[in-house]
């Protein structure tokens, strides 16, 4: 009888088997040996005695000879019984936990939908609304806890609830705001009904008398001064203390009031002027009587901004008060008057204004439409005054007007001829009449040689495109320059590699540059391009694309030269005009003479092959440090300690430069702060342009309605009155506001137009 050596959980035990037993055999025998069932038996090393289906095997048959020893790995029956039980147990244990939580579950969603159904008896849509965001919120949170248990809940009934209280809240919010426009058209009913009702009553409590007039003498103080309103200056509304307008109403004077303003010593002056001219004037000169003429050029006409001023105390603007040689808390006479309505103005620019040659007809057109509606009326003789931006004005008297020497500018529909800049001589004016012009002309002169006094002259000289001009600057001044570039309009695309070349070549000095699309006179701390590093020649290069997003997208300052820099729209036929404005500034101590010339590269293909060429060359070399070159390795040694002496790489932007007096300017320029002529210090030169873009509350932006560029913190409510004008469309003579008018055309006419195009005749102003 063959006899077997099983070894089990460290002991061995020696199983006699019959002669014809079999594998069954030898598992029964070591299950009455080691209690482990035949099920749970493993033997390491023979796969017959290990699967089940060879039980019947015979053991002689599975090649297991006599004395063999095997091992055996299994679990005692009592063991095995007791995991089994205990897996059973924790089952049963996560069944039960499984239904508590799905009786839970249910709760919360019953709890939800009667949420719901109390949200939808209330039939509110906000409440809906909110009762919908919290039973989703929770729905997701059960299904995130029984995706995290292994099984999944049941909330169809909730999800139809949900698209039930989606539905409802749709119809509750329609039936909302169908009441709310309702409620608000039956207050504006009834508001209008109000005024109407106010206004009969006040038409018939003070019925106009057209020949009522109503005069008196105040004491005037510049618009600008302590306590008074500087924005007049722009205008000619002046501002009355209160009582006037009490007077007004009582003797129920026509409106508008317009109040033709004179100094009684130069009313005196124009009366005697008319008799025999041997009339002494002096301080108790009678005043001309209501109903006496009084020339222009000593009188003028204005309109009220409000009845707000101190008691005895009128505020007019400046030049009011220049044209009547009125001083500080000298007294004018005020009285009502009715002008007709005008027809016809005949403006002139002043030779002092110093934007005046950067306007193109178009921009003068959208400027004196915007801004003549501040004036109120306009006398022969007057001066109006038209910002153009931050920092300048155009200045321009009226020459000639129609049908009258004085008339109102009020509801009506005027044709403006612009004469050749100058002072002429109106008819009827003697020399004395137009001294305060000459005044404000030098005084303008003056201002603007403070705002430049760095420069060393006013003017600016014109440069044509690749013809070098030779110029001086003296130390710390500057001098400026612009050049104007026809650009095929296929070469201001985006893609297109076309640049613009600035060098500037120094014959003694150290002349720096500062370029610009939209400053008229760039400098240090208003400029779009500069150039500074390096003690004698310069090379600004400017990609083409950059020039025009500058110019359209940041729009051109209204300084800037006619036909590209104001607009950056200035085209002809398949041309665009661009304008580039230099500033050359002599750097330290001494003067710069130099040659300045701008070109326009059509390609820089050129460039770009050299620089790839210089980039291949000796790749298996050595690349320095210092300046970033590729060198021989042969040369390593001479080149670097050649180039650590005589170059300095910048550590705040990595520019390599000779070591010595071109590094020292380089972190003296480059890298020191600059402060916007918003008042805003920037960091260093390089973040200039980026402050000007984007951040500067005084960058220009155009107007999306006129072709006016006002200041970025004034857009907003220049953009509201703008576009609130009421206009007439031309095809079909339907009323609307200007800024409906494009999506009137597109939506009841199905004509697409831009903006630039919404300015040619296809509406006109009510």
Known sequence: MPSILVKWNKQQYTLTLAEDATVGDLRVAAFQHTCVAPQHQRWAGNTALSRAGD??????????????????????LSDAQAFQEHEQKIL???????????????????????????????????????AIAACQAAEATIKMEAAAEGTAVDSSELDALLDMARNRSAALRSEEQRAAEEARLAREAAELAAAEAREAQRISLLERDPTAYHEVTLSVLPAAGAGGRPELETSNRI????NVLADLMSKRVETPFTFRVTNPLLAAQSAASVGSGSETISAETEVPAPGAEVSPFYSTHVGVLDFTGLDGIAFLPRCVMLKLRLEDGTRAVFRTVSLPKAEFVRLQPLPSSPARESLNPQQRDALLEFHLRKYHAVTVGDLLTIPLSPTASLRLRCLAASPSSAVSLMDTDVTTDIALPGISCIEGETPGDADWVYAVCNEDEATAGEDLSQSGSLSITALEPGVPVEGVCLAGALLHFTVEFMVPKAAADSSSAD???????????DPDLYLSCVELRPGRDRCDWFC????????????????????????????????????GRGSSGGFIR?????????YGDTSASFTIRASLEASAAGDSSTSST????????????????????????????QCARRNRRCDGC????????????HQATAHQPVVCPCGSSVAELGALPLHRAYECPIRLSRCLYCEIKVRESERPSHLSECGSRSVRCTRCSQKMRRWEFKAHLEGVHDVEMDMDSLFSGAFEYL
């Open 55 to 76: 039980a019947d095997v015979l053991f002689g048959l599975s090649g297991i000879r006599e004395g063999t020893k095997l091992m055996m790995i299994g679990t005692e």
């Open 92 to 130: 049963e244990s996560k069944r039960q936990r499984q239904e508590v939580l799905h009786r839970q579950w249910g709760k919360r969603i019953a709890e939800l939908g009667a949420r719901l159904m109390s949200a939808l008896d209330e039939s509110r849509s906000v409440a809906i609304d909110a």
């Open 239 to 242: 501002v009355l203390p209160s």
């Open 499 to 509: 640049r613009v070349l600035v060098e500037c070549r120094a014959r003694g000095g």
């Open 532 to 567: 500074v590093d390096g003690t004698s020649d310069k090379l600004c290069k400017i990609p083409l694309a950059e020039m025009m997003q500058y110019c359209v997208a940041g729009g051109a300052a209204a300084g800037a030269p006619a036909g590209g820099g104001s607009s």
């Open 578 to 586: 661009i304008s580039l404005n230099i500033g050359v500034c002599a």
């Open 614 to 641: 210089l980039s291949t060359e000796h790749s298996n070399g050595f690349q320095c440090p210092t300046c970033g070159r590729n060198v021989p390795e042969s040369a390593r040694l001479l080149h670097e300690a």
């Open 654 to 665: 990595g520019v390599v430069l000779e070591a010595g007096a071109a590094y020292a300017k």
